[in-house]
């Protein structure tokens, strides 16, 4: 697999996974909102965007679905 640099993210697994907690307490809004209500599809927007986020810097399909890696 070929590694990528990217500017300013010199780990980015480390990057992401400062960010779970921010994830958790997304979607604990979001499970507050009534499904496909206009509330709980921006939040869904917000994690998907989060996830792709994630994917794209660590390659990583699934990062945010497993336990944190330590």
Known sequence: MVKI??????????AFEAL???RRAL???KGRCRPFH??????DAVDKALTTAAYHFTREPDFYSGEPHG
């Open 5 to 14: 640099n990217y500017r300013g993210i010199t780990d980015p697994r480390a």
């Open 20 to 22: 779970r907690p921010f």
């Open 27 to 29: 979607l604990d809004l």
């Open 38 to 43: 206009p509330d709980y599809l921006i939040l």
